[in-house]
């Protein structure tokens, strides 16, 4: 068959891209290896984590804030394997959903790894091992990421495991250690506690989820704490051991002691990887860096002139939001249309409860460029609404530039922040200043007044209920 | 009071004039019957006259095509002489981010620079880079910009110290005379980043110069890049003057201004191409020819067109060269430091043939020809904007070093683009070297108003007949380009063979036989 446009790799970037492609008129294909379409976020990433992280919320309140509300309950108890089948649900309907969008937009489905020929034609080779050939004008590489590992760790999928495994435990585990503060093992973390597993997270850095403002990092430890997690930061693991029941993982400190934590699971949760395994993207010359990224220039294309790349397989921020506006860009400029993406305005967000919400600079990074700026802090301890859903942990703090009072960076920390960021993406991107957000209407009682708040404090530090 | 001046009536079936240019501009002061600006008709250029003295305001630019009857511009017949200077200045004020730069040391004046003069041939120039950005402060004389002439690259250097402030942007073509700049002339030193601070302090947030003024919003700025207009182009609408969606869907591409009304067809060409839907193979890229590709088509064709070219062939035995370099190369070079090549070799053959066959290195002007006693000799160089002709001069009197630096000194200015219209200008015979780029055989066309060049090609070794035994050469074709309207057939062919005769034996260069 011979296509305009060959997407390889479902997820988010992929299916968005394809589906984009079909709307402007192109004759497009999805290769996906697996046997259901939606990659990694939807099959084993955000959607399956999301779903866990909502019951086990549901769960967390039932057991300890339900009393305070006015809510007896006898005999709460976790059913995992329930807990387990109807995150499963959730991620059919969606899977199934997106087979439904191939339809709709005529978008031709072929299961199997797809692999280059040469830069025009894709070798599609199915699990039974018979395969076919299709080609293609252009080419998107959405082959997305895998989690990556330590050289010394052995992943064995029963007791140490990645985040896939942690979305279908058999059991809640007594002692969870994470490896790794980031996003996936505070949010996998925060499931298993939640339901009473205590948790343990040995982290080389000096906070959680290091890459975004240190301020979130702090907050957030603060609230998982309370959660009964343990933090081992400045800590190099070096080895971890699998001894049956129980697992032992050694790091040391920063002062160079050797500390052991045993616990009867290990989730390792260091980062994800670009994954290219199978693509022969040398056949098509398609340059691939040593960080095993597929090489691109400004506009997604890699070296090879109808092959673009796009997600978690190329530079930045491995999200499934900024794959899918990745995928958009590309087709939008394969059809004569000339896109553009603001990186630094793509939002990040982070499920734990509080959650975490980030979108533009951090103040670490605003040092770093020497930019003078202002900065307004709420904390939702203030905010009615918050107090009326007992959510009261965390603040959402503003830096706005000390002289034009523009809003450089939003960091959010507290109860559905990961909605509330939208609006302060919006502001960026129309370059609002943090009065201007202060002079909008914000309804009562909401969450969202906490930012507003927080903009009164950032333009002359007069926030008015605080 | 206003006086309205309309096109008037200038013949009967005249229902439409175009504005050739104007001699007055808006806010001169003038007097009756002076002659304000040129109109065209198809049939005739006639002038205007002010019907009044008075202050003057157009109400149509140059270019600008009106009917009979149309206002063309205003006189403001209550102002006097003295009025007409404070009406511009005025003028500029109106813009508000004007008004908060001004500092301490503001004069209120403000220089207009417009492109200089910079060669006799040279009618526009394109606005290469601007080295200094919109609203820096600049020295006098410092340079603030680069100039593309069709020949070579000027720097612009301030006329004033001051605040420049950009009129035309990178990429336009302007007129020799035409506006580029205007610099709000400062006094003492530039002004200290404190004292700016200040001023932007002062400034109420409200008058329309907030940081965010002219930021495109997102669906705005992808409608504008494919529109291919720059933001700065667009009056935002929105808020603090953002630019809206609405704002980008009704913005145009600042019409271009050349003062012929054919010029302006060319751009709107060039707006026209619209992306395919599916890209592939078949896209095509539009860009503007530069001004120096502009003139090289020009020149090119004018010389096929005006001149009774044709060329003549004749092959050099390159071994006698190769030799003497082989030779002599290493000791040239430590003596001279510069490499022995093959252009001093050519350039001296072409001298003694020049001086031989005068015709060959004349031209001609109107109805008389023009001997010259001396070889300018022009090298034809490939630069990165395009071909350039840099001239040696006296090449009969120089030596073979003095050629040899010559060639590296003006190669070297060319490639950098450093060559002024000096170095460019004049030349009585052109020498080009195709075989750098691997040419066999090749027909050089004449580079005007010279009328002969000479054409070197590659050096390939060939099977020769030599005194009756086949001998492999290193064989070199040469081809000489000629008007026949000066030069004779046994001329430009006795030329070529005596060419050929001095580079196969280089003794009878020394000898002069």
């Known amino acids: 068959m011979k296509y305009d446009l060959i997407v390889i790799g479902s997820g988010p970037g992929g299916y968005v891209a394809a589906i984009r492609g079909a709307q402007l008129g192109m004759k497009t294909a999805i290769v996906e290896k697996y046997p259901t379409l939606g990659g990694t976020c939807l099959n084993v990433g955000c959607i399956p984590s999301k779903a866990l992280l909502d019951s086990t919320e549901h769960y967390h309140n039932a057991a300890h804030t339900f009393k305070t509300h006015g809510i007896d309950l006898k005999d709460l108890k976790v059913n995992l394997k329930q807990m387990i089948a109807r995150k499963d649900d959730v991620v059919k309907q969606n899977v199934d959903g997106i087979q439904y969008l191939m339809k709709k937009n005529k978008i031709d489905v072929h299961q199997g790894l797809g692999s280059f020929v040469d830069k025009n034609t894709i070798k599609v080779t199915k699990d039974d091992g018979k395969s076919e050939e299709i080609t293609g004008k252009n080419i998107i590489i959405a082959t997305g990421s895998k989690p990556s590992s330590l050289p010394f760790i052995e992943i064995d999928k029963k007791r140490i495991i990645t985040s896939t495994e942690a979305l279908k435990m058999n059991e809640v585990p007594k002692h969870m250690i994470v490896i790794g503060g980031g996003v996936i093992g505070m949010e996998l973390g925060s499931v298993y506690a939640r339901m009473g597993a205590k948790v343990s997270v040995v982290e080389f850095m000096d906070s959680l989820i290091p890459s975004m403002d240190k301020t979130m990092g702090k907050e957030l430890q603060k609230s998982l704490k309370k959660l009964g997690f343990e933090f081992y930061l400045k800590h190099k693991v070096t080895a971890v051991k699998n001894r049956g029941k129980e697992v032992t993982v050694t790091a040391e400190n920063s002062k160079g002691e050797a500390v052991e934590v045993k616990g009867d699971y290990v989730l390792v949760s260091i980062g994800r990887r670009p994954y290219t395994e199978g693509l022969n993207a040398e056949a098509a010359g398609v340059k691939i860096n040593d960080r095993g990224q597929v090489e691109v220039d400004e506009h997604l294309k890699t070296s090879v002139d109808n092959i673009y790349a796009i997600g978690d397989v190329v530079k930045g921020a491995m999200l499934a939001h900024k794959a899918e506006e990745e995928g958009v860009l590309v087709v939008e400029q394969l059809a004569g249309q000339k896109p553009h993406i603001n990186y630094n305005l793509i939002p990040g967000v982070v499920y734990t409860w509080p959650e975490v919400a980030a979108v533009g600079l951090t103040e670490e990074q605003l040092k770093e460029k020497g930019i003078k700026y202002k900065t307004g802090k709420f904390p939702f301890m203030a905010s009615g609404r918050a107090r009326a859903s007992m959510d009261t942990d965390g603040l959402v703090k503003v830096l706005a530039d000390a002289s034009t009072d523009e809003i450089l960076g939003v960091h959010m920390i507290g109860p559905r922040t990961a909605d509330m960021i939208a609006e302060a993406v919006v502001a960026m991107e129309y370059r609002a200043s943090a009065e201007d957000i202060a002079r909008m209407s914000h309804a009562h009682p909401t969450y969202t007044e906490a930012f507003k708040e927080a903009c009164l404090a950032a333009t002359e530090n007069r926030a008015l209920h605080i | ?513």
Not at chain 2, 417 to 422: C, F, P, Q, S
């Open chain 2, 1 to 513: 009071m206003s006086l309205e001046i309309k096109v008037p009536a200038v013949g009967e079936s005249i229902t439409e004039v175009t504005i050739g240019q104007w001699f007055k501009n808006s806010g001169d002061y003038v007097e009756m019957d002076e002659v304000i600006c040129e109109l065209e008709s198809d049939k005739a250029t006639f002038e205007l006259t002010a019907e009044a003295a008075g202050v003057l305001t157009t109400k149509a630019e140059a270019g600008d095509t009106l009917e009979i009857g149309a206002v063309i511009c205003e006189i403001d017949t209550n102002a006097s002489e003295g009025d007409a200077a404070p009406a511009e200045e005025k003028k500029e004020e109106s813009k508000p981010a004007e008004k908060t730069s001004n500092g301490g040391g503001k004069t209120g004046e403000v220089k207009d620079m417009v492109v200089p003069t910079v060669g006799e041939s040279i009618t526009e120039v394109t606005l290469a880079t601007w080295l200094k950005e919109d609203g820096d402060f600049v020295e006098l004389d410092e340079i603030i910009a680069e100039v593309d002439s069709d020949k070579a690259t000027f720097e612009l250097p301030a006329e004033a110290q001051g605040i420049l402030r950009h009129v035309a942007a990178e990429g336009d073509t302007l007129e020799i005379g035409g506006m580029i700049c205007k610099i709000e002339v400062v006094e003492g030193d530039a002004p200290s980043e404190s004292a700016g601070e200040s001023t932007a302090e002062t400034t109420p947030s409200s008058n329309g110069d907030s940081y965010a003024a002219g930021h495109a919003s997102p669906a705005a700025a992808k409608i504008l890049a494919e529109k291919g207009i720059d933001a700065k182009s667009v009056k935002g609408t929105g808020k603090d003057g953002r630019i809206t969606k609405e704002d980008a869907e009704k913005a145009q591409k600042p019409a271009p201004k050349p003062a012929a009304p054919q010029a302006s067809k060319a751009p709107a060409k060039e707006a026209a191409p619209e992306a395919p839907k599916v890209a592939g193979e078949r896209n095509t890229k539009r860009e503007k020819m530069t001004s120096l590709r502009k003139t090289i088509s020009k020149r090119l064709v004018a010389a096929k067109n005006e001149t009774a070219m044709l060329t003549t062939f004749n092959e050099v035995n390159m071994k006698p060269i190769m030799d003497l370099r082989k030779q002599y190369k290493e000791m040239f070079k430590e003596k001279h430091n510069v490499n022995l090549g093959f252009m001093s070799f050519f350039t001296k053959a072409v001298c003694v043939a020049l001086q031989e066959w005068p015709a060959v290195n004349a031209q001609i002007d109107g109805n008389e020809l023009v001997y010259h006693d001396f070889c300018d000799v022009s090298i034809a160089v490939s630069a990165p904007k395009g071909l350039v002709v840099p001239v040696i001069r006296n090449a009969e009197a120089l030596s073979f070093d003095q050629i040899e630096k010559e060639v590296v000194r003006l190669a070297t200015k060319a490639r950098d683009g450093k060559l002024t219209i000096e170095e460019m200008t004049g030349g009585t015979f052109t020498i080009t070297n195709g075989g750098i780029f691997g040419s066999m055989m090749s027909t050089p066309i004449i580079n005007q108003p010279q009328s002969a060049i000479l054409g070197m090609h590659n050096i390939v070794e060939r099977p020769m007949a030599v005194n009756g035994e086949v001998k492999i050469l290193p064989m070199m074709y040469v081809a000489l380009s000629y008007d026949h309207r000066i030069i004779d057939g046994r001329e430009s062919v006795s030329f070529l063979v005596r060419v050929k005769q001095l580079l196969e034996d280089p003794a009878r260069l020394l000898l002069g036989v």
